[in-house]
């Protein structure tokens, strides 16, 4: 697999087999250096199926649309650029979250991200202090923009765009759209549906789920891209963990799983069920 994308990449690159936690899940991963620039791009071997030839283009797509990798590097010094494009994930994986600036609630963990156009990474103390941003200015600015991109779909809705492959777009947003039926499940995301399950800490998530699920609700961490909100008159607390430990064992995979509890806001405050 190396000696392959070697041979495709050159000599100019320095190519090598990582292995990492996240999220509760072991990646083995390949970084691809090239000589002289400071950032390194990891690609996730298993998810490109082992396929050299893949990684390479994936690779080489980034560095065209980009000039070049050290822009990223570059990017962290421009602190308007970092304002702009700062947004939240969430994580149950504790290991992972210290290696990045995070933050607890109950017992999972905010971690801030940046996003380039085919690239996302977490942000590091240094990247702060690079940038000239306080954590407190990272958090709220991420969370401002994170609002902006919320969505509510219908979990129906969800499911069949699945079925047929078509782009979730074009689905109604019950952020912005009434809801004209009784919908008693409801899937918090970002419009890009990725990376969106930190969507349900922002406060105008909260307030839209507590107009439309007036008896209040659940929240189940479908995966680290997005949270189911169940409404609490279809859904009894003991009815729940079966339902989430088979979703994360047959539904999600590993490298994706949030953990197998439910949640819930009181009076604001993000709190685990007891299952």
Known sequence: ????????????F?????????????????????KGESIAPIFDSEVFKDDPEEIAKTHFKIMSKNNGIDIYAEKFHDPGWM??????????????AEEYLHRKIEDLYLIPYVRFN???TNVKS?????????????????M???????????????????????????????????????????????????????????????KRLDEIFSEGYYLIPSSIHEFLAVDKKIAAPETLKEFISE?????????????DAAYYFEDGVFRKTIL
């Open 126 to 142: 240094v990247y702060a202090e690079m940038a000239n941003i306080t954590e407190e200015e990272i958090f709220s600015t991420a």
């Open 247 to 259: 979703m994360n064992m047959n539904k999600v995979e590993a490298k994706d799983r949030l953990s």
């Open 118 to 120: 085919d690239y996302t």
């Open 1 to 12: 697999m190396l000696e392959k994308l070697q041979e495709i990449l050159g000599n100019d």
């Open 83 to 96: 304002r702009e494009h700062m947004y939240l994930r969430v994580t149950s994986d504790a290991k992972y």
């Open 14 to 34: 320095e190519i090598k087999e990582v292995t990492t936690k996240k999220n509760n899940y072991i990646a083995h991963e390949i970084s691809i250096r090239k």
């Open 144 to 206: 401002k923009n994170m609002d902006k991109e919320c969505t509510l779909y219908s979990i129906d809705d969800m499911v069949f765009c699945t079925m047929l492959g078509t782009n979730i777009s074009g689905l109604p947003n019950y952020m912005e759209e009434e809801v004209e039926n009784i919908v008693p499940m409801l899937t918090v995301t970002n419009d890009l549906a990725m990376l969106g399950a930190a969507s349900v800490f922002c406060e105008r998530v909260q």
